[in-house]
């Protein structure tokens, strides 16, 4: 259908589920896909730079002074973007950085009684001051915390590493610029079809956007900067 009416290229969209396959028969078109959630046909990609994401998240929640960083996100979220925070985080720990906090997982997009007992416990160990959330688990913080008394921001600052959703409390996150990134997967499938290249290419090639931290009330100063942070960081 596609060949039949024409159309030389095809931009694939993020999936919802992190390490999807698709079975498509990607010879006579060019292709790009956008993310990293599409794992197999194997193309060319335009998306977000995870960990430049998560080291800038770091340095701006130490520039203002929090100690205590706890990273909370969703299972697929985390396999989603390449395990990037996870990973920094368990860098962190090893230095005794960031207050020394494991990142802590969520299983299920509803939270259970499980869950809540979980996660309860890990706040309870470790007292963050900040939360460093991914995709929708800072709803999952919120309502494990408030019944406990536990507000944001006046006990915790939270910052969301994506672009909040419409009606969404005045949260500070950082801009993936996925209006930039669609705009990049045009004109890479554009290039690709003025070459005549299609398929599966022989060497996939990745263009990743850098993000910048966007304000909100969610995120006050704690104090002076966490400079002995910044300097790892740096």
Known sequence: LLQARGI?????????????????PTGPFSCVAIGQSLTEPHLHRVGANYHQLTRLAFLHLAELGYERIGVVAHE?????????QEALAHTLVAH??????????????????????????????????????????????????????????????????????????DIAWIDQNDEQ?????????????????????????????????????SLPRRGEPNRSLIKLLD
């Open 8 to 24: 030389p290229g095809l931009i694939f969209a993020p999936q919802p589920q992190a390490g999807t396959h698709l079975d498509f």
């Open 76 to 84: 697929l979220s985390a396999h989603r973007t390449l395990y990037a």
């Open 96 to 169: 005794g950085a960031a207050g020394g906090i494991p990142p802590f997982s969520l299983h299920y997009e509803r939270l259970e009684k499980k869950d809540i007992r979980l996660f309860n416990e890990w706040w309870d160990r470790h007292r963050p001051d900040a939360v460093l959330s991914i995709d929708g688990s800072w709803r999952a913080v919120g309502e494990c915390l408030r019944p406990r008394g536990i507000l944001c921001p006046q006990h915790y600052g939270l910052l969301y590493l994506s672009r909040p959703e419409d009606g969404a409390p």
């Open 181 to 217: 990134i669609g705009r990049e997967a045009v004109e890479l499938v554009s290039m690709l079809i003025n070459r005549g290249e299609h398929g599966l290419p022989r060497v996939p090639i990745q263009f990743l956007l850098e993000g910048q931290v966007r304000p909100g009330s």
